[in-house]
C-alpha cells in the first residue's frame, strides 16, 4: 500500500514562486497522470515526491510518515533524459539495482549474481529488449532506452513509479507499444504510477485520474509573485482498477479492437470473466 | 560547396598529415648546407650525417668512462622520474577529483585551497623543494606532482560534477549508498576522463622534468640537453629533443587506445 498525501505544499526557489497549496491524496495503485503547460512545476512536483527536493512549506506524507528527504529505493523513475548509465550495458543497467544489496563490493558473485542475471533477463525480454542485452546505451534507440530505463526502475519494485515525460521523444508506433507494456506492468505489479506529460491522448489512455497545473497568473511580471495551482482533476470514468479488466476498451478512438478483452487487460484467471 | 564542407580523401589526408614533417627536414637541411657551405667547422644547424653520428655514439657505444649507453641510460632515469610523478599525481587526482565532486563539505573546504594551489608557479618553488627534499629524486619527483596534481583534481572533480543530476539521483532510487554510487557511477565514468586528463598533463609534466633535470641531476634527458649545451652540441641536442618528442607523442597516443579498448562505451558518441 502506498497513500501519499499532500497537505498544503508550497515550492519556492529563492524569490520565484513554482507550487501554491498543493493539497492532494493519491489513492494507492492510482495511475496518475499530470498534465500542464511547460514550467508550470511538474518535473518540480516529481522532485518533491522523489524527495530529491524539500517543500518549502506543507507536508508529503506516504501512509501517514512523512516522506523520507532523499530519494530511495520505494519510489523509482524514468526521467525524460539521462536515465540510464552510458558506462553499462543492458544487462548492466538492469542489474545494478540488484548489485547494489552487496554493500561493499556493489557486485553479486555466483549464485547470487546467477539469479539475479535470470531475474534481470526475464525484464528485459518484458519491455521487448531481448537480443539487446550486451548493446550500450548510446547504440539503442531513444525508444529502446526508455524502455531499458523502465526494466531498471522496475526491477526494484518500487511501491511508487514516477516518470517524467517518459515518452515524449518518441515515434507513435513505439508509443502504443510502450503503453501496452505500461498497463500490463500497472495492472500486474504493485505499482502507484505518476506521469508527467504533454499529450492529453496519453493522459486519458493511461490514466485513472488526470490532474493539471496551472498559474492563475502568467503576466511576466506576476510569473515570479505566483505559484502553479491545482487547476484541474479528474477521475476517468468508467473508472480503471488495477488488475481488473476494463468495462469498455480503454481506448474508444483506436482502430477497431477484437471483441472481448481489449489486449491490454490481463489475461482472466480463474472464475473472473 | 562550403569551405567547411570539404574534406580531404584518406589518402590526401595522409599526405597533408605528413607534409609539415617532411618540409621542416627540408627546411633544416637547406638551412644547414647554406650554413655548412658558409663555414665547415659551424655547430648551429649541423648536417644530418653529424647528428646520426651523434646518435650511434651515445645509443649504442658504450660510454668510455660510465661504460653505460648514455642515450638508454638517460631515457630510463627521466622516465622513471615522469611515470612515478604522473602515477602519484593520478592517484591524487582520482582521490580528491571524486571527493571533491561528490561530497559537498569536502568541496566547500578544499575547492578553493586546491584552485589556489593550483596558480602557485611550480618553477617557483623549486628552489624550496630543493632545499627542503634534498637534491635527490623526491625533490624533483614532487615539483611535477606539485604542477600537474592541482590541475587533474579540478578537472576530474569537474566532470564528476557534470554528471547529469539524473544519474545519481536514479542510483540513489535503486538503492546505492553514498559509496556505491561512487564506486559503480561516478568512477567509471571518470576513468576515461582520468586518462584524457593525464594526456593533457603530459606537456607540463615534460616541462617541470626538464627543468628539474636541468637544474641538479646526473642523468636524464634534461640533464644531459644542458649539459651539452656548454659544448653547443647541437649535434647531441636536436636528436634529443626530437627523442623526447617522439616519446611523448608514443605515450599520448597509447593512453588514448588503452582507454577505447578499456571503456569501448567512452567513444560510442564519437562517431
Ligand atoms: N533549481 C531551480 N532553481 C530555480 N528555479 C527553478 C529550479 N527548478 C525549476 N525552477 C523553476 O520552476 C518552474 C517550474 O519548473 P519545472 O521544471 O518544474 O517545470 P515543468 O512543468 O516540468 O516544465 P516542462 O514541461 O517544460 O518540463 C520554472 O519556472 C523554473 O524556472
Ligand atoms: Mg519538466
Known amino acids: 500500500m502506498s497513500t501519499i498525501v499532500f497537505d498544503k505544499v508550497w515550492k519556492e526557489y529563492g524569490d520565484q514562486i513554482v507550487l501554491e497549496k498543493i493539497s492532494l491524496t493519491i489513492a494507492s495503485r492510482a495511475f ?49 533524459r539521462y536515465s540510464v548509465f552510458p558506462h553499462l550495458t543492458v544487462l548492466g543497467n538492469v542489474l545494478l539495482g540488484k548489485e547494489f544489496r552487496s554493500p561493499v563490493a556493489a557486485r553479486l558473485f555466483g549464485a547470487a549474481r546467477r539469479n539475479a542475471v535470470d531475474e534481470a533477463m526475464a525484464l528485459i525480454a518484458e519491455v521487448g529488449l531481448a537480443g539487446s542485452e550486451t548493446k550500450y546505451p548510446a547504440q539503442l534507440s531513444g525508444g529502446m532506452q526508455q524502455r531499458l530505463a523502465l526494466a531498471q526502475a522496475l526491477i526494484m519494485k518500487p511501491k511508487v513509479l514516477l516518470l517524467d515525460e517518459p515518452f515524449g521523444a518518441l515515434d507513435p508506433g513505439i508509443r502504443a507499444d ?73 481506448d474508444r478512438d483506436d482502430p477497431a479492437i477484437p471483441l472481448g478483452l481489449s489486449q491490454d487487460d490481463p489475461a482472466p484467471q480463474g472464475d473472473n470473466p | 560547396m562550403r569551405w567547411i564542407n570539404t574534406k580531404p580523401s584518406p589518402a590526401v589526408a595522409t599526405l597533408l598529415m605528413l607534409a609539415p614533417f617532411v618540409l621542416l627536414v627540408i627546411a633544416y637541411g637547406v638551412g644547414s648546407a647554406a650554413r655548412l657551405a658558409d663555414n665547415p667547422s659551424d655547430k648551429l644547424l649541423p648536417a644530418l650525417q653529424t647528428m646520426v653520428d651523434a646518435v650511434n655514439r651515445l645509443a649504442f657505444i658504450p660510454d668510455p668512462r660510465t661504460g653505460e649507453l648514455i642515450l638508454w641510460s638517460d631515457t630510463a632515469a627521466s622516465l622513471v622520474r615522469l611515470f612515478s610523478a604522473l602515477g602519484i599525481s593520478t592517484l591524487i587526482a582520482l582521490v580528491f577529483g571524486m571527493l571533491v565532486g561528490m561530497l559537498p563539505y569536502v568541496r566547500a573546504l578544499l575547492a578553493p585551497f586546491i584552485a589556489t594551489i593550483s596558480m602557485v608557479p611550480p618553477l617557483a618553488l623549486l628552489p624550496i623543494l630543493f632545499i627542503v627534499l634534498g637534491l635527490g629524486e623526491t625533490a624533483k619527483i614532487t615539483l611535477i606532482v606539485i604542477g600537474v596534481a592541482p590541475a587533474m583534481i579540478r578537472d576530474l572533480a569537474l566532470r564528476v560534477i557534470e554528471l547529469p543530476k539524473e544519474q545519481i539521483t536514479k542510483a540513489e532510487t535503486l538503492g546505492g549508498s553514498s559509496w556505491q554510487i561512487a564506486l559503480r557511477v561516478v568512477l567509471p565514468q571518470i576513468l576515461p576522463r582520468l586518462i584524457t586528463s593525464l594526456r593533457l598533463q603530459m606537456g607540463p609534466a615534460w616541462l617541470f622534468l626538464i627543468a628539474a633535470e636541468a637544474i641538479s641531476a646526473d642523468s636524464g634527458l634534461g640533464y644531459r640537453i644542458f649539459l651539452v649545451r656548454r659544448y653547443l652540441s647541437m649535434d647531441v641536442i636536436f636528436p634529443y629533443v626530437a627523442w623526447i618528442t617522439l616519446l611523448a607523442v608514443i605515450t599520448s597516443f597509447a593512453l588514448d587506445r588503452l582507454r577505447i579498448v578499456v571503456f569501448p562505451w567512452s567513444n560510442l558518441g564519437v562517431r
Not at chain 1, 506543507?58 to 532523499?70: C, K, N, Q, S
Open chain 1, 178 to 250: 510502450i503503453h501496452v507494456l505500461m498497463k500490463r506492468l500497472w495492472h500486474e505489479t504493485e505499482l502507484t504510477v505518476v506521469m508527467v506529460t504533454h499529450d492529453m491522448r496519453e493522459a486519458f489512455t493511461l490514466g485513472t485520474r488526470v490532474i493539471a497545473f496551472e498559474r492563475p497568473r502568467d503576466r511576466p511580471e506576476e510569473r515570479e509573485r505566483y505559484g502553479s495551482l491545482l487547476s484541474r482533476d479528474i477521475y476517468i470514468w468508467p473508472p480503471r482498477i488495477a488488475g481488473e479488466p476494463s468495462l469498455f476498451a480503454p
Open chain 1, 32 to 80: 496518475v497522470a499530470l498534465v500542464g503547460p511547460s514550467g508550470c512545476g511538474k518535473t518540480t512536483f516529481l522532485k518533491l515526491l522523489l524527495g530529491e527536493e524539500a517543500p518549502t512549506q506543507g507536508t508529503i506524507t506516504m501512509d501517514g510518515v512523512p516522506l523520507v528527504a532523499e530519494p530511495g529505493p520505494d519510489r523509482g523513475v524514468v526521467f525524460q
